[in-house]
């Protein structure tokens, strides 16, 4: 069982930046892929950055250029730095872990509670 916590949400304006962090319960060593999804109000959670600990990275299309997926081996992190964020960057965005990058951009195994992005005009 692998427990996720995620931080770093908050209220912010168009064009503005935020860095999302997420702790898992276990060493980030064992864990072989993450990713971060996003949930936005009546519609289903989308897939918006993967990343492997072989390096590998997904992003979805809207996220390419401005948000970038990476982890801290020492700090045991994994981040998602938001750059020049749009109303349509609001949502819940998740942390997920799974076994490989195939699982965590299709059928993550472990999700975290969320933290909320809110971007308005």
């Known amino acids: 069982q692998v427990q996720l916590q995620e931080s770093g949400g908050g209220s912010v304006q168009v064009g503005s930046s935020l860095r999302l962090s997420c702790a898992p319960s276990?060493?980030?060593?064992?864990?072989?892929?993450m990713a971060w999804y996003r949930q936005a109000p009546g519609k289903g959670r989308e897939l918006v950055a993967a990343?492997?600990?072989?390096?590998?990275?997904v992003y979805s299309d809207s996220a390419k250029g401005r948000f970038t997926i990476s982890r801290d081996d020492v700090k045991k992190l994994m981040y998602l730095q938001m750059d020049n964020l749009k109303p349509e960057d609001t949502g819940m965005y998740y942390c997920?872990?799974?076994?490989?990058?195939?699982?965590?951009?299709?059928?993550?195994?472990?999700w975290g509670q969320g933290t909320q992005v809110t971007v308005s005009p």
């Open positions: 990343l492997s600990n072989g390096e590998l990275t």
């Open positions: 997920a872990s799974g076994p490989n990058l195939s699982r965590v951009t299709s059928s993550p195994s472990y």
């Open positions: 276990i060493d980030i060593f064992s864990i072989s892929a």
